[in-house]
């Protein structure tokens, strides 16, 4: 082989060499990436577990206070608010009713 067979060579492996290195550059830059969303997520994750815990503590708060007054009671007012929303109602056909009458006076008396 000669000199110059020799230098080529040399200079094809060192350019396939910088390649390499730029294949490697890459990857490590994607493993960086990868390594960050990795913390990302798993701060993410303490965060929602966090929130869990809190949730779960005010639902074990409220189902508490509803053992507390019982289902009993619970029906109770439910009851009574639909009492009323029945007696709202009533009241508001008949109020419907009224403005009919008095319009149909009005019509009448008009003609």
Same mark, same amino acid.
């Given at each position: ?6 230098? $080529?060579?040399?200079? @094809?492996?060192? +350019?396939? #060499? /910088? %390649?390499?290195? &730029?294949? !490697? ?13 990795? $913390?990302?997520?798993? @701060?993410?994750? +303490?965060? #929602? /577990? %966090?929130?869990? &815990?809190? !949730? ?8 508490a206070s509803l053992n507390e007054i019982g289902a009993g009671k619970i029906f109770e007012r439910l ?33």
């Open positions: 082989m000669t000199r110059q067979e020799e230098i $080529a060579g040399l200079a @094809e492996k060192a +350019g396939q #060499l /910088v %390649e390499d290195l &730029k294949m !490697l550059k890459q990857k490590v830059g994607l493993y960086a990436a990868a390594k960050d969303d990795l $913390a990302k997520a798993r @701060e993410d994750l +303490g965060g #929602l /577990v %966090e929130e869990t &815990k809190k !949730l779960a503590a005010e639902t074990h708060q409220t189902l009851a009574a608010v639909e009492k009323r929303q029945k007696l709202h109602l009533v009241v508001i056909v008949l109020g419907v009713a009224l403005l009919a009458l008095i319009q149909i006076g009005l019509f009448l008396k008009a003609h």
